[in-house]
């Protein structure tokens, strides 16, 4: 069984995760260039580090999560910042949508799961999805290395799902990934 995050929801919004992950550069590299912002999924959703951006840029968003800790968390937030376009799923496993998902993000979650390369074929289904995983890479924070899935390999299972893939250099201890199938899912960077 791969590594599982066993640390609190607070840890999930450290000021330390700011640092390495800011959410700013998310906003500006990854969500501005999505085309179309109906509905976005954020799979291992925690307290919503990145669902309540996300709840910023796209009509509808679904937080899926594993974790009832975290879930709670999250619904708290939501409820504090007055946020209602956030629907919250208990899951372990991808959820069956009946209608289009624009968007589909994966951010440290995919080394935690059993089938991580099922994950992408049910992921194929959305016009995007971007996947932030750590740089499999000695450092003092993350996951055990063991545990990281290796940039090279998440690129190529994500080329066997997507007929365009995108590498962005956007973080220092992270690779960020996105895959689509229409040449017009993406908005042209400036």
């Given at each position: 069984?791969?590594?599982?995050?066993?640390?609190?929801?607070?840890?999930?919004?450290?000021?330390?995760?700011?640092?390495?992950?800011?959410?700013?550069?998310?906003?500006?590299?990854?969500?501005?260039?999505?085309?179309?912002?109906?509905?976005?999924?954020?799979?291992?959703?925690?307290?919503?580090?990145?669902?309540?951006?996300?709840?910023?840029?796209?009509?509808?968003?679904?937080?899926?999560?594993?974790?009832?800790?975290?879930?709670?968390?999250?619904?708290?937030?939501?409820?504090?910042?007055?946020?209602k376009n956030v629907g919250i799923i208990l899951?372990?496993?991808?959820?069956?949508?009946?209608?289009?998902?624009?968007?589909?993000?994966?951010?440290?979650?995919?080394?935690?799961?059993?089938?991580?390369?099922?994950?992408?074929?049910?992921?194929?289904?959305?016009?995007?999805?971007?996947?932030?995983?750590?740089?499999?890479?000695?450092?003092?924070?993350?996951?055990?290395?063991?545990?990281?899935?290796?940039?090279?390999?998440?690129?190529?299972?994500?080329?066997?799902?997507?007929?365009?893939?995108?590498?962005?250099?956007?973080?220092?201890?992270?690779?960020?990934?996105?895959?689509?199938?229409?040449?017009?899912?993406?908005?042209?960077?400036?």
């Amino acid at each position: 069984m791969p590594h599982r995050f066993s640390g609190k929801p607070e840890d999930l919004k450290s000021e330390k995760r700011k640092k390495i992950l800011p959410v700013d550069v998310f906003e500006r590299e990854v969500i501005r260039r999505v085309q179309s912002r109906e509905n976005a999924v954020d799979y291992g959703a925690g307290p919503g580090y990145f669902t309540i951006p996300l709840a910023k840029h796209f009509k509808r968003v679904y937080a899926v999560e594993a974790n009832r800790e975290m879930i709670e968390a999250l619904r708290g937030e939501l409820e504090m910042l007055k946020i209602k376009n956030v629907g919250i799923i208990l899951s372990e496993t991808p959820h069956e949508f009946d209608f289009p998902v624009d968007f589909v993000l994966f951010s440290n979650v995919l080394h935690e799961v059993d089938d991580w390369k099922g994950f992408l074929k049910w992921a194929s289904k959305a016009k995007v999805v971007c996947i932030i995983e750590w740089k499999k890479i000695e450092m003092d924070y993350g996951p055990p290395v063991e545990e990281r899935i290796d940039e090279k390999e998440m690129e190529n299972a994500l080329r066997e799902n997507f007929r365009f893939t995108e590498r962005l250099p956007i973080y220092s201890h992270h690779y960020t990934l996105m895959g689509y199938n229409e040449k017009d899912a993406l908005n042209k960077p400036d």
